[in-house]
């Protein structure tokens, strides 16, 4: 079957560097996204990559490992609107999005 | 970035009801739109993949008869849930993906429906 696994909460302090992890087992892949999202609002594209390696976006990071099916999101310098849930997901063979539960973030002063 | 635009932001409906959502890509033609439903605190579940000039496939335990899905054009999807229950009320959310690449896809703002 498929799968997308990433941890449901974590918890860092503002300024400092949060990693948020997401394994992956799907049928075909054609990249993986990271999405931002809200309490009550639809998820914002963040990142996509298809190629190994990392890919820096301001104080947003991605990076995929396509032969450990593993990519992690990095933020750095957080700020206290970074709080919000990340979501990961892989399009498969089909070009579907086969999306993780998400990761809810929380940012202490 | 490509914006897809989703209307209403809320309804809110009568028990027994139908209510249309539309999704509509703004600058892009979207050949594919896909309907996510989400319950608080959890991820996206998809719901169907809605297919210019097609009908829609949906996914196992979404009932076709109950979310009509129409994609009549490539700018525009619906989906219309038919006689309403309390426990249809969520949130609905469409997205459509770039035809050239299938490198990103873009959100409407999403729909709050609540069935009272």
């Known amino acids: 079957g498929q799968n997308i696994d990433q941890p449901t909460e974590m918890t860092a302090t503002e300024g400092a560097i949060v990693q948020i992890n997401c394994t992956y087992q799907t049928s075909g892949f054609n990249g993986l996204f990271w999405y931002q999202q809200h309490a009550g609002e639809a998820p914002t594209f963040l990142s996509y990559n298809v190629l190994d390696g990392l890919e820096e976006k301001g104080r947003f990071s991605s990076f995929l490992s396509r032969s450990k099916g593993y990519s992690y999101l990095l933020l750095k310098e957080l700020q206290m609107k970074d709080s919000a849930s990340y979501l990961c997901a892989v399009m498969d063979s089909n070009y579907q999005l086969i999306w993780g539960a998400g990761t809810k973030l929380i940012i202490k002063p | 970035g490509a914006v897809v635009s989703q209307h209403p932001s809320r309804v809110i409906c009568k028990s027994g009801t139908s209510v249309k959502i539309e999704c509509r890509s703004l600058d892009f033609q979207a050949t594919t739109m896909f309907w996510y439903r989400q319950f608080p605190k959890q991820s996206l579940m998809l719901m169907a993949t809605s297919n210019e000039g097609s009908k829609a496939t949906y996914e196992q335990g979404v009932e076709k008869d109950k979310f009509l899905i129409n994609h009549a054009s490539l700018t525009l999807s619906t989906l219309t849930v038919t006689s309403a229950h309390p426990e249809d009320s969520s949130f609905y959310i469409c997205?459509?993906?770039?035809?050239?690449?299938?490198?990103?896809?873009?959100f409407g703002q999403g729909t709050r429906l609540t069935v009272v």
């Open positions: 997205s459509a993906v770039t035809p050239a690449t299938h490198t990103e896809a873009f």
